[in-house]
């Protein structure tokens, strides 16, 4: 079984600065880490290996740096580990993102892919969707297990308010979330031969792709404006009775002309 898992490097904080001139995240300074949902995601992938045997690759799309995380996945137990890294992928929405990792994955051979719900810096929850459309694959997203049976995978999702059983056969991709699972530790020796192993950088003329459709150019949504979110104004407090709570809330929706 192959198993080919996408993961991303994301800045490690919630006080995210914004350029105010490129509207893009300012990532100097600031530390990286795995996106945990697509650790959640390893995580499967790694107890599906220790359960049925499997041939785990991770694949990442990103800057030279990015070779960090693919380290740390070869600590925690992977097979092999890809860095996509060509100019001609910067500035990449979800769709030119998601056409440059279907590409990649088009020429290898592949039995599952699993990618996270969403990254922790854009929260869309497209790539992975978007990557089953361009590959042709059916998908399930929000999941919380997965077992094979068989030629079939046995998939639980989680709905808002329930949790679904859903049977799979053949080849999918499936979009992962990181509260279902505690991914293992790297233990002392993994990392060290985790900096032994080789990280395969692959530029854009090694994948399966049209050169127009990738990075900027390729890419039909582009960012107008983007801003940090900013704090309340600290509310007012009034301890009154039940009718002059009535008459102050009255009040306030007349100054703001809601009624």
Known sequence: MNII?????????????????KNTLIRDG???????????????????KDQYGANI?????????????????????????????DRKFAGADTLATSYALAGAIKTMDHDLVIAGRQA??????????????????????????????????????????????????????????ASAFQPRYMSVSGIMEAYNKEVEVWSADKIDVEEEKLGLKGSPTKVFQSFPKAMKAPGEVHEVTNEEAVEIII????EKHII
Not at 5 to 21: H, L, N, S
Not at 64 to 83: C, F, K, N, S, W
Not at 251 to 254: D, H, Q, T
């Open 5 to 21: 898992v996408c993961i991303k490097q994301v800045p490690d904080t919630t006080e995210i600065k914004i350029d105010p001139v």
């Open 30 to 48: 600031v530390p990286s880490i795995m996106n945990p949902d697509d650790k959640g995601g390893l995580e499967l992938a790694l107890r599906m």
């Open 57 to 85: 690759t991770v694949i990442t799309m990103g800057p030279p740096q990015a070779d960090v995380i693919l380290r740390e996945a070869y600590a925690m137990g992977v097979d092999r580990a890809i860095l996509l890294s």
């Open 120 to 177: 922790i810096d854009g929260d869309t929850a497209q790539v992975g969707p978007e990557m089953a459309e361009h590959l042709g694959l059916p998908q399930v997203s929000y999941v919380i297990d997965a077992q094979r049976n068989g030629s079939k995978l046995i998939v639980r999702k989680e709905n808002e308010d329930s949790v679904q059983t859903l049977e799979v056969e053949g080849k999918c991709v499936l979009t992962v979330l």
């Open 251 to 254: 009040n306030k929706l007349k």
